[in-house]
């Protein structure tokens, strides 16, 4: 039977990159987020040219309790169990925190950190039947340590990680793992405004703003790539990753290591 994966925030990304090679490993992707109808009919034919069933699309706001509830009702009802829910979707705002929008912080920690209580407590019924499941939180560096201007995003993500390890230990007996995944700088539209920012404080082309935040904070000097975050997430869902529970893994270029 073909398990289905729940890939939340698959319009754009890293979870473009994680659905590639779910599907490429025989998943059958739930794609989830925003965007442009072209963007999203793009990315659900390319998902699909590579998928043994056609992906599905839920276009899900993450941030309102009774959409995800709804949501994930009707997948299960219909589709059957989630084996793989990869808690992906995230957003960003930089300020300095007395000046932080309080709607700005309400909306990260609903999207950030909330909706991956909600999907996880909503999926792991079934998965506890079938005693079989993959979750993993897309957090960040930022679930590890801090940086100026993100005390929402980084509160969020440090939550996240503890979530992570309270949900591994529930589910430690039941062929479930939970994992945390915790990139550096990667180049998607999410740290777009933050190269933008970078390159007009300094008068430099974006390029070079890109470059500036790397050398700034992560020591290879290369962006992380959305593959190699995707193949990370295959390898978790594999028997022979059932052992890793409970961790938190930085793909990071060595920045929280210094
Ligand atoms: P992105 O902006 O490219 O993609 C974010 C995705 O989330 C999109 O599909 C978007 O439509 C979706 N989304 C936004 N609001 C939503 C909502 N309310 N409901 C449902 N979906 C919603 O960003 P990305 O860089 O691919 O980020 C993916 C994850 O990786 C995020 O959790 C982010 O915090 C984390 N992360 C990113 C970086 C980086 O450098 N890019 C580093 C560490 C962690």
């Known amino acids: 039977m073909v398990k289905l994966a729940l890939v939340t925030g698959s319009t754009s990304g890293i979870g473009v990159g994680i659905a590639r090679s779910l599907a490429g490993a025989g998943y059958r992707i739930i794609l989830n987020g925003f965007g442009a109808p072209d963007i999203i009919d793009s990315v659900l034919s390319e998902i ?29 009802a219909t589709e059957g169990p989630v084996s793989v829910l990869v808690n992906n979707a995230g957003i960003q705002y930089t300020a300095p925190l007395e000046e932080f929008p309080v709607e700005k912080w309400d909306q990260i920690v609903a999207l950030n950190l909330s909706a991956a209580f909600h999907t996880t407590r909503l999926c792991l019924p079934p998965m506890k039947e079938q005693q079989f499941g993959r979750i993993i939180n897309m957090a960040s560096v930022h679930g590890l340590v801090a940086s100026v201007k993100k005390s929402a995003y980084v509160a969020a993500k440090h939550g996240l990680v503890g979530l992570t390890k309270a949900t591994a230990l529930e589910t430690a007996e039941l062929n479930i793992t939970c994992n945390a995944i915790c990139p550096g700088w990667t180049h998607t539209p999410l740290i777009e405004t933050q190269i933008e920012q970078r390159a007009s404080d300094l008068n430099i082309s974006e390029e070079e703003g890109g470059r500036a935040l790397l050398t700034e904070k992560q020591p290879s000097k290369r962006f992380v790539t959305t593959s190699q975050l995707g193949e990370l997430v295959r390898f978790l869902c594999t028997e022979e990753a059932s052992q890793i529970t409970g961790a938190n893994l930085p793909v990071d270029g060595g920045w929280t290591a210094q």
């Open 48 to 76: 699909g040219a590579i998928s043994v069933l056609e992906p599905i699309y839920i276009g899900t706001d993450l941030t309102n309790v009774s959409s995800i509830e709804e949501a994930i009702s009707e997948l299960l």
